[in-house]
């Protein structure tokens, strides 16, 4: 990868040095801006994370590690499937199987906790009348943890950004990041406001989304 791509994906630093350890912290990570919008329908998106190959039907994904779709047409949801191989997280302390909304910085590695494997897990949001630990928002990014095989046979962790709407049949997978390192965790990272709510100004992390 070009020194101007990495310089690309990180925050302008105070100073070269911050740059320089900034371009090559995490250089085992991989990066896909996808930008994908899930159709709304009982098929929705397969994606092979590592390929970067996304399509209606699974035969037309070779390799495909999840399916995101809608459940039932009639009742917006966001579902998840997972191949041989592939599990979704649960947020620290959520109740139940369902897929989990990570918080900014949270880790995504064997120490889970996890979904059980090759199984379909839907989102629960939160409503004006109920909330829950884990649970989906609307209107705003959702980040999900994921973990895959690939094409090696050795499993890798990753997260996506998922921007949702009004409901949850209006959302957009914005990236996903993957440690291309076998069994290595991969932090999640927030959003350009969030950092700068947190304080964090690029050199505690080094990756930033727009």
């Given at each position: 990868m070009s020194i101007e791509t990495r310089l690309g994906r990180h925050f302008v630093a105070a100073s070269a040095v911050a740059v320089t350890f900034a371009a090559s912290a995490h250089a085992s990570v991989a990066y896909w801006n996808c930008n994908l919008s899930i159709p709304a329908t009982t098929t929705g998106l397969y994606m092979n994370v590592q390929t970067q190959s996304t399509g209606s039907t699974g035969v037309g994904v070779a390799g495909w590690d999840f399916n995101i779709y809608t459940t039932v047409l009639s009742v917006p949801s966001l579902t998840m499937y997972g191949a041989i191989g592939t599990q979704f997280m649960r947020a620290p302390g959520q109740f139940g199987y369902s897929v989990g909304n990570l918080n900014?910085?949270?880790?995504?590695?064997?120490?889970?906790?996890?979904?059980?494997?090759?199984?379909?897990?839907?989102?629960?949001?939160?409503?004006?009348?109920?909330?829950?630990?884990?649970?989906?928002?609307?209107?705003?990014?959702?980040?999900?943890?994921?973990k895959f095989v690939a094409n090696t046979g050795y499993t890798h962790y990753g997260y996506g950004r998922m921007d949702v709407g009004a409901n949850a049949n209006i959302r957009t997978i914005r990236f996903i990041e993957w440690d291309t390192t076998p069994d290595a965790p991969v932090g999640v990272v927030p959003a350009p406001g969030v950092l700068a709510v947190l304080g964090m100004a690029g050199i505690g992390r080094s990756r930033r989304r727009s």
């Amino acid at each position: 990868m070009s020194i101007e791509t990495r310089l690309g994906r990180h925050f302008v630093a105070a100073s070269a040095v911050a740059v320089t350890f900034a371009a090559s912290a995490h250089a085992s990570v991989a990066y896909w801006n996808c930008n994908l919008s899930i159709p709304a329908t009982t098929t929705g998106l397969y994606m092979n994370v590592q390929t970067q190959s996304t399509g209606s039907t699974g035969v037309g994904v070779a390799g495909w590690d999840f399916n995101i779709y809608t459940t039932v047409l009639s009742v917006p949801s966001l579902t998840m499937y997972g191949a041989i191989g592939t599990q979704f997280m649960r947020a620290p302390g959520q109740f139940g199987y369902s897929v989990g909304n990570l918080n900014a910085e949270q880790q995504v590695g064997s120490a889970g906790p996890w979904n059980p494997p090759s199984d379909a897990y839907s989102a629960v949001f939160n409503t004006p009348t109920q909330s829950g630990v884990g649970n989906w928002n609307y209107n705003t990014i959702n980040y999900f943890g994921f973990k895959f095989v690939a094409n090696t046979g050795y499993t890798h962790y990753g997260y996506g950004r998922m921007d949702v709407g009004a409901n949850a049949n209006i959302r957009t997978i914005r990236f996903i990041e993957w440690d291309t390192t076998p069994d290595a965790p991969v932090g999640v990272v927030p959003a350009p406001g969030v950092l700068a709510v947190l304080g964090m100004a690029g050199i505690g992390r080094s990756r930033r989304r727009s």
